[in-house]
């Protein structure tokens, strides 16, 4: 018999278990004996019409004459197998020995491989394949010296079927590293609770940056840690505190319903595919992946086991100098995270960031105060430019009030002018009559009057009389108008010079508050700075002091011990 050989792959190892296990949940085929008889010729390859050489005498035994595995009867002597493999470049062959004789249209089944089975009956817990319950496995190399194909495989103990799974292809090996591990049941007996914590160890190590200048790059620190977040830090002054974060995960196994010993794998999934965490108070692995620590557990019947697995990963925190506070430093010092003198100018630092503190409050209102003066004074300006507004409006009216007071005066002189004409012509033509009506004038009278130098004086007379009236009431009215005006004008030239004076007054008044406000803007602003320098001064004396400290570190049991005392005070 020939058969294909498969392409070279990697060692049949456990790293692809999850599959398989999830493999043998699906539903397999069962095959009755008669389906297995009518296609063992093919399987086989041998035709149909093939007779055996007449020499031979091996005759296939019928179905019912096959190993009842459900005996207690050894498979070695049952049946005796012979045969001869070679392996080809490209495939195996494997013949029997001894020809069989088979009969036309007969079929029987041909065992060509007869060994002893070294194989493990093991349970594995992945929680992601299954939450509560391990899986029962065999796991066994391939000692047979032939390949095996993928396949279905029956498993038996103690002569009793237990299972089946799905064999994926097994080259054979002599390395004992190169298992496979077939899950075939649920260990349904056994239960596994997963239980899970997560706590923040104190500090192992302090580092002091001084405050960094203008312009300068930020440093990084001087051990790589992947897992942490890089945050921007020195600006003003900090402090960083190297904490192990411990995540601890606890499998109790409930074995109490099986009365028999149980040899347990428990696949225990890397944090972040291990990237940042290693494992920590924990025994070693028994094998690992990337993404896998697998460990080897022998769990007694009827008992119950804890089993605990730590990993840590660095975390880092980092405080600015300027926003200590005392209980944070006391807390510190009580770890022992700092020196005698560091802690001394902790203090200080904290001491003049209060007083600078109380500086910016105090710069806070004197600016506030000087800002408001500011706005007063602009103010009072404003009122100024209104009044200086005012005043162009008064003195426009004053022109006003005297141009009409010249009219008055050019009136007058018109009146008085045409009153002495009248006079005049009275005197000239005292017999001065008036023309008759024109209702009863005739062209002949008319043109008698308009040569009569008496009615043209006094047509004369009486036109310079209405024009006079006319004037006088005019000039009346004008000399009413300035009178009011020139009084209106008056009071509010008094009131405007009123505010004048307090306006400038006022201004000046509040231009020496300003600058006494601004005098003390500027000393305010040098008692920041003065503090801030006393501040920055502090800040490099205890990162000299402090630089880059690592505390003795406890032991495990003391570290648990110090958490838990700790989480019970508070």
Known sequence: MERSKKKESKSSSYDSFADEMEEMSAPTMELAREDVSGLQADLLGIPNDYDAPPESNIVAPPMDDFVDYDKNESLTQSVDVK?????????????????????????????????????????????????????????????????????????YEDGTYVGEAMMNDMKPSTNPDNISYIAYSVELKSTITIQSDVETRDAHRVEFYRPRKAGEVTPSPPTPYPSCRTTPYGQQGSVILYHWKVHTTIYIVDNTKRKGDMSLIIEHPRKLGGYGFELTETVAPHSKTDHLFRFNLDIKGESVVKFVVKERTPELTYHDLNALQRTQVAAWTKKGYFEADAVALLYQIIDAN???????????????????????????????????????????????????????????????????????LKEAFPKMKAPEKKSSSTPVKKAEEE?????????????????????ESRLRTLKQQNIQDTKNLNELNALLAERKTAA???????????????????????????????????????????????????????????????????
């Open 83 to 155: 045969t001869e493999t070679k392996d080809k470049d490209s495939a195996f062959q494997c013949k029997i020995a001894t020809p069989v004789n088979i009969k036309r249209n007969q079929s029987a089944l041909v065992p060509f491989l007869q060994a002893e089975f070294k194989g493990e009956k093991v349970a594995v817990f992945n929680q992601s394949v299954r939450p509560a319950n391990p899986l029962a496995v065999i796991k066994f190399p391939n000692t047979f010296g032939i390949p095996l194909e993928t396949g279905p495989l029956s498993i």
């Open 354 to 424: 209060i007083l600078k503190q109380s500086l910016l409050l105090e710069q806070s209102h004197i600016n506030d105060n000087l800002y408001r003066v500011r706005e007063d004074v602009n103010r009072i300006k404003q009122t100024q430019s209104v009044i200086n507004r005012i005043d162009e409006i008064l003195k426009r009216q004053e022109a006003d009030i005297h141009t009409r007071q010249g009219q008055e005066e050019e009136l007058e002189r018109t009146i008085g002018k045409r009153e002495l004409e009248m006079k005049e």
């Open 451 to 471: 040569k009569d130098p008496n009615v043209k004086a006094y047509v004369d007379y009486e036109s310079k009389k209405e024009r006079q009236t006319a004037d």
């Open 504 to 570: 400038t007054t006022e201004v000046k008044s509040w231009e020496e508050l300003s600058a006494a406000a601004s005098d003390q803007a500027d000393v305010a602003k040098v008692k920041v700075e003065t503090n801030e320098k006393q501040i920055t001064l502090l800040i490099t004396r205890v990162v000299e002091a402090g630089g880059d400290r690592v505390i003795k570190p406890e032991t495990p049991d003391e570290a648990s011990e110090k958490q838990k005392k700790e989480k019970s005070e508070k």
